[in-house]
């Protein structure tokens, strides 16, 4: 049992806030992904729970227990960084079993849970090198297996795979997911990158400027984001908005001057003027010889074509059907998935809500 709850933490730096008062509940086993730009007090909040931090204000909950007071070594947490952290001189054995030994486990012991380690990590042929004699990604491994060895009620990770190239980043994901989900240990995993989110967490909350922005699954905040930002920090191609107008006609709601229509109702009071979101996949394009839209550019991305069109003042990005892709230049009429039209307040960037 490992829950941990964030309750109103707030921690500045000078005039610098890097949390502006966050709260929010990591389920027991949860592996939890903390995201959002460079900057947003992401490793501020892994900090505060490692003990490394404290906070101005706020406290952390582990199991229900106030930990806020606690010393990093008194918290059953174990952190593995984007640096690795590992000893330079010491072989790999020696870096893994070091929590072992500083808890003076026996020496058997210590062989045998290192053996089980170096194995669940594919690291047994290199338990005698040095870490500078491994790859990016054997490193990584290594300070993972360090964090195992410590046993933790929680793991942590700070931008774990920021050092890794790119395929060698997206075997490391799964990997880490795969040992997370064998352990069952509750984990939060901090990154700037959206697609590490998205593929990796159970749960994520995204950060902005110190403030919670959004907590969820992956496909809640993909699919239906609380604001602007959430929306538009998850998924690649970023997701179009536009500046439109709405009105009721007919028992549908019009977004003009696109011509749009949906079946959904405002749900409350919506200004006139709104943003309407709406991403690359849900649009598809029509030819239409009267249209007003234009193919500026694609790219070819195998299955799909990544299309550009604009009406002049206006650009959609669309992810298009290969097999009925367009010229360049080509007239057409975009035609988004009325289901999947957002809406959001110009100003606040809040979402505006519907009612099908
Ligand atoms: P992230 O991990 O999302 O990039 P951080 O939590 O590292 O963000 O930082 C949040 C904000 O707090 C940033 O503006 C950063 O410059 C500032 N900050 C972090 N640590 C310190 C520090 N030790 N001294 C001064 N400012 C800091």
């Given at each position: 049992m490992s829950r941990v709850e964030f309750d109103s933490i707030r921690k500045a730096y000078g005039p610098t806030v890097a949390l502006a008062g966050v709260s929010f509940t990591v389920s027991d086993g949860e592996f939890l992904v903390i995201v959002g730009p460079s900057g947003c007090g992401k490793s501020t909040l892994l900090r505060v729970v490692a003990g490394l931090e404290s906070p101005d204000a706020g406290r952390v909950l582990i199991d229900?227990?106030?930990?806020?007071?606690?010393?990093?070594?008194?918290?059953?947490?174990?952190?593995?960084?984007?640096?690795?952290?590992?000893?330079?001189?010491?072989?790999?054995?020696?870096?893994?079993?070091?929590?072992?030994?500083?808890?003076?486990?026996?020496?058997?012991?210590?062989?045998?849970?290192?053996?089980?380690?170096?194995?669940?990590?594919?690291?047994?042929?290199?338990?005698?090198?040095?870490?500078?004699?491994?790859?990016?990604?054997?490193?990584?491994?290594?300070?993972?297996?360090?964090?195992?060895?410590?046993?933790?009620?929680?793991?942590?990770?700070d931008e774990p795979l920021s050092n890794l190239d790119a395929p060698l980043r997206a075997g490391m994901r799964r990997e880490i997911v795969a040992r997370q989900k064998e352990l069952g240990k509750t984990s939060l995993y901090v990154t700037h990158d959206q697609t590490e989110a998205l593929t990796m967490a159970d749960r994520i909350v995204v950060l902005e400027s110190g403030t919670l922005m959004g907590i969820g699954t992956p496909?809640?905040?993909?699919?239906?984001?609380?604001?602007?930002?959430?929306?538009?920090?998850?998924?690649?191609?970023?997701?179009?908005?536009?500046?439109?107008?709405?009105?009721?006609?007919?028992?549908?709601?019009?977004?003009?001057?696109?011509?749009?229509?949906?079946?959904?109702?405002?749900?409350?009071?919506?200004?006139?003027?709104?943003?309407?979101?709406?991403?690359?996949?849900?649009?598809?394009?029509?030819?239409?010889?009267?249209?007003?839209?234009?193919?500026?550019s694609q790219e070819f991305l195998g299955d799909k074509v990544q299309c550009v069109v604009t009406d002049g003042p206006r650009q959609l990005t669309v992810l298009a059907e290969a097999h009925a892709a367009l010229p360049i230049g080509a007239p057409v009429a975009p035609e988004p998935r009325p289901d999947r039209l957002l809406f959001f307040d110009p100003p606040s960037g809040q979402r505006l809500r519907a009612t099908v």
């Open positions: 229900g227990a106030d930990v806020t007071p606690r010393p990093p070594k008194d918290r059953g947490v174990a952190m593995v960084f984007q640096s690795y952290a590992l000893y330079p001189h010491w072989t790999v054995h020696d870096n893994i079993a070091f929590p072992l030994k500083i808890r003076r486990v026996a020496k058997d012991d210590i062989a045998r849970r290192v053996r089980q380690i170096a194995d669940a990590l594919q690291l047994t042929a290199q338990l005698t090198r040095r870490p500078r004699e491994l790859s990016g990604g054997q490193r990584q491994r290594v300070a993972l297996g360090r964090a195992m060895a410590a046993d933790p009620r929680i793991f942590l990770f496909q809640a905040l993909y699919d239906d984001p609380p604001n602007r930002f959430v929306a538009q920090f998850l998924g690649r191609p970023t997701i179009n908005m536009l500046d439109a107008v709405v009105r009721q006609s007919d028992g549908a709601l019009v977004v003009d001057p696109y011509g749009w229509r949906t079946s959904s109702r405002p749900a409350g009071a919506w200004p006139a003027a709104v943003e309407v979101g709406v991403r690359p996949e849900h649009v598809q394009l029509r030819a239409d010889d009267d249209g007003r839209w234009r193919i500026a």
